[in-house]
């Protein structure tokens, strides 16, 4: 697949703003070339709900990414999810009116185009049409028809809306921060580009990114997206839980979880104590280990459990040969696949980006697959030529000025 030479990613997280600059070596291998981190702000269960503390989130953390890679962002592929996501699988019919030649890429896209068809309300839109399969006069399904002969052409492909409002608000809030948007992505796929083995894609497999307030979903089978969902329960619930029974700071649980915590609770725990912030006078006090860990199994039971009616409702528990991959910050939490794995009976593992050249100890971790994902998205170029690909970038001696300047003009321009 052709690739485009530089790109830059903004992961908009519940906790979190990741940006990612990447490009390709001589060798058309991925190199991260920057990285700009910054606490979210304006954000609640995945989507903006307060779109000056989003932007200056972004703001800062864009900064952050320009400083590191020596350019100036212009534009950037976004990351999307929040439970306003919808997705269903569609079918596409056409004709091949001269059965002698051969299927074409026009052909191709044809078929595409009425397989992505689907009625929906004036207050969503469409995101992605992603193939999944080709079938020529109805035979055996074929990864793709071109070169191929027959007199009809099917097509099937998931697709993914959205609520107008909701990615509306994403893109105010990243072109606010200077930066224009080139693509918005859904986060569960960008994800699943950064830490699925091609074995586990073809064999099945469900990604599952546990963030600070989503869970998103993607299911692989026969290499392609057969379903993807978002739910709104994640590691925030985790820590509210400790804060609210422990009687914490939320900042005293939330370390507590991070550091000592697992998804398990063992008997031998109950020697051990765990030292916490608490409200009144005491400033430390100390709590067993145990408790921590019973408060977190349960909260991870039922993140697991709602992962599990989901992709049972939908069908494919029993399909998935390679299991659960799982990814997102809060995938980190010790023992979480070895709980997955007893509760849904399928093999789990803890994914985190692979592969790629200047990958650094933080962005090589769960919580940054999506960011790095969306890089290695962007740079598959999917839809642009690649004379447009390295317009988004600008030497970075001008700064933030200039990008703002270059925004405010973008903002002048009668569109
Ligand atoms: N070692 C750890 N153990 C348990 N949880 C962890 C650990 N490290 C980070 N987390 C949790 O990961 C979560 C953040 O994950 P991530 O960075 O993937 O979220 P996000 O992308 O900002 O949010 P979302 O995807 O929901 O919008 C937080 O709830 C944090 O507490
Ligand atoms: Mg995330």
């Not at 001269?98 to 026009?106: E, F, K, N, V």
């Not at 009687?247 to 697992?262: D, I, L, T």
């Not at 998935?320 to 939490?333: E, F, I, K, P, Y």
């Not at 962005?363 to 999506?370: D, F, H, K, S, V």
Request: proline residues 4%.
């Amino acid at each position: 697949m052709r690739k485009r030479s530089t790109v830059a990613a903004i992961d908009v997280g519940s906790t979190k703003v990741a940006v990612i600059v990447g490009g390709v070596t001589e060798h058309g291998d991925t190199r991260i070339l920057g990285v700009g981190v910054a606490p979210a702000a304006g954000l609640s269960r995945g989507v903006i709900d307060n779109i000056q503390s989003a932007r200056e989130s972004v703001d800062v953390a864009v900064e952050k990414a320009e400083q590191a890679c020596g350019m100036r962002i212009l534009s950037a592929v976004v990351g999307v999810s929040g439970g306003h996501i919808a997705s269903q699988n569609n079918r596409g019919i056409i004709a091949i009116p001269d059965r002698s030649r051969p299927i074409s890429a026009d052909d191709r896209s044809r078929v595409l185009e009425s397989a992505g068809q689907i009625s929906i309300p004036t207050n969503r839109q469409v995101l992605h049409v992603i193939p999944r399969g080709y079938w020529v006069e109805g035979t055996d399904p074929v990864s793709d028809p071109v070169g191929m002969y027959g007199g009809r052409l099917d097509a099937e492909t998931h697709i993914v809306t959205g609520a107008v409002s909701a990615i509306q608000n994403l893109t105010k809030c990243v072109e606010g921060a200077g930066v224009q948007v080139d693509d918005v992505v859904l986060e569960s796929v960008a994800s699943a580009t950064s830490v699925l083995q091609e074995q586990e894609r073809l064999q099945g497999v469900a990604m599952v990114d546990i963030g600070g307030s989503t869970t998103s979903i993607a299911v692989y089978e026969e290499g392609a997206v057969t379903h993807t969902a978002c739910l709104p329960i994640a590691g925030s619930h985790l820590t509210h839980d400790l804060a609210r029974v422990l009687r914490c700071p939320w900042e005293s649980a939330e370390e507590v979880k991070c550091r000592y915590g697992a998804a398990y609770a063992s008997p031998e725990m109950a020697n051990e104590t765990v030292e916490i912030q608490a409200f009144g006078t005491q400033t430390q006090k100390a709590v067993s280990l145990l408790h921590v860990c019973e408060i977190l199994q349960a909260r991870s039971e039922e993140i697991l459990e709602m992962v599990a009616l989901e992709l049972k409702r939908a069908g494919y528990l029993d399909r998935l040969a390679a299991g659960l991959v799982l990814t997102g910050g809060s995938s980190q939490l010790r023992g979480l696949a070895d709980v997955a794995e007893a509760r849904l009976g399928i093999p789990a593992r803890v994914g985190r980006p692979h592969g790629y050249s200047g990958l650094s100890d933080l962005i090589g971790t769960p919580a940054y697959a999506t960011a790095v994902g969306l890089v290695e998205y962007a740079l598959q170029g999917r839809q642009r030529p690649l004379e447009s690909l390295t317009t988004g970038f600008e030497p970075a001696s001008s700064g933030g000025f200039f990008r703002r300047l270059a925004s405010l003009g973008r903002a002048l321009m009668p569109q």
